[in-house]
């Protein structure tokens, strides 16, 4: 307004008008509602719709079509490039009853989510309370450094790992063999026990950084007077941890937490089939590299998609019970 | 007891109940096969179950 100060946010004018509501005098017109209010929300609802209309045709085109054709298609025994589909019911699924290979990609694919997951958040978790809580020099290197993977195309990661595990010249067996340790050298990626870790490393390697930043940014919204309060009560940094933090983050930590579930599936597929392609002997196959497997290379579409409602079903079920696990009130501060 | 000393017990004992969970997790994953399989997904639900009980007193 003119005169107030620069700054100053504009005073609300008093309302000289008639009053809507019990103190109005009677006959008086209404702000609001009336004979003319009805066209209007029905104008303004057709505006919304209009608005909406591009994205929900786009959502219903590569979305819901797509995953409702995954889900028909598991019904039918195609090739996936000649014109005759067959109906078989429920068959697809009943083979998969009798898949070794299938219950063994299952098997990975769970050793994966719950070793990963546990790893990544666990010590996402611990470094960023490390890098948020005390003052360490040249801890924006750090945070640099442990976030640079996030960065990285995964195919990259694949690269970068398949050098590091290699046999002869590899970081890890070279070290050793520079140590005098030819004993402990592996074959990382050939070893039908260590492929799926070495797997697992690359992807926890590769998650790290992300969440320990989004941890820390949940952390480095914390008041510091709340934890200046529980040091004079003489509380511990582990207590402050456990009693401050965590109830502070919570709700950050549940939404990655249910985000990592459904992205940890989708990681392993991708580094499987770039670093070990599912090998050796399909020890490290897991459930989508085996989905592709069958859809494309193997010809078996409608095997394949039914491997996908499984996936499907799988990461759903997981994410929802993620999601009843961790549920709380959210604490405000 | 003292409420101290029931609080690390429970820490003490989640703590080991999600390491045991992880560890059933792995050990069955070199067996192949349907009851090795379902012996994984329980630990899964198990290492659920620690997390739902951890979260139940701030619901």
């Known amino acids: 307004m003119p005169g107030d100060p620069p700054g100053t946010l504009p005073r609300t004018r008093p309302r000289t008008g008639p009053r809507t509501g019990p103190g109005r005098a009677a006959g008086a017109a209404p702000r609001h509602g009336g004979a003319g209010s009805a066209p209007r929300r029905r104008g303004n609802g057709l505006f919304v719709l209009a608005c909406l209309l591009p994205a929900l045709v786009l959502f219903a085109l590569f979305m819901v079509v797509p995953t409702v054709n995954v889900f028909r298609m598991s019904f039918y025994t195609w090739s996936g490039f000649s014109p005759d589909m067959r109906f078989v019911g429920l068959d697809n699924f009943t083979a998969l009853l009798d898949d070794a290979q299938f219950v063994r990609a299952f098997q990975n694919t769970v050793a994966l989510l719950v070793v990963v997951t546990v790893v990544t958040m666990g010590m996402g978790l611990f470094l960023a309370a490390i890098m948020t809580r005390q003052r360490l020099r040249g801890r924006t290197l750090y945070r640099f450094v442990l976030y640079v993977p996030s960065v990285l195309s995964v195919v990259v990661i694949a690269a970068i790992f398949s050098a590091v595990f290699d046999q002869e010249n590899g970081l890890i067996n070279g070290t050793l063999r520079a140590l005098s340790l030819d004993g402990l050298r592996q074959v990382w990626l050939g070893d039908q026990d260590l492929v799926l870790w070495s797997v697992a490393i690359a992807m926890v390697w590769q998650s790290l950084g992300y969440y320990m930043v989004l941890y820390m940014s949940g952390m480095a919204s914390i008041p510091e007077d709340v934890y200046e309060a529980s040091a004079l009560d003489g509380a511990s940094p582990g207590r402050q941890f456990f009693a401050i933090t965590l109830p502070l983050i919570w709700q950050n930590l549940r939404t990655t937490l249910t985000f990592f579930v459904m992205s940890a599936v989708n990681l392993s597929f991708v580094l499987v089939r770039a670093m070990t392609g599912g090998g050796p002997d399909g020890s490290s196959e897991v459930l989508l590299s085996y989905m592709y497997k069958q859809a494309y290379t193997n010809s078996s579409y409608g095997y394949g998609m039914a491997i996908g409602v499984v996936i499907f079903a799988f990461s759903f079920l997981v994410s929802l019970l993620v999601s009843r696990a961790t549920r709380r009130e959210p604490l405000q501060f | ?59």
Do not use: D, H, P, Q
């Open chain 2, 1 to 59: 007891m003292k409420e101290s000393t029931r609080s690390v017990l429970l820490v003490t004992a989640r703590t080991l109940a999600a390491s045991v969970c992880v560890g059933v997790v792995v050990v069955a994953r070199a067996t192949v096969g349907w009851g090795s399989l379902a012996i994984m997904l329980v630990a899964l639900v198990g290492l659920l179950a620690v997390l739902a009980s951890y979260n139940r007193r701030f619901r």
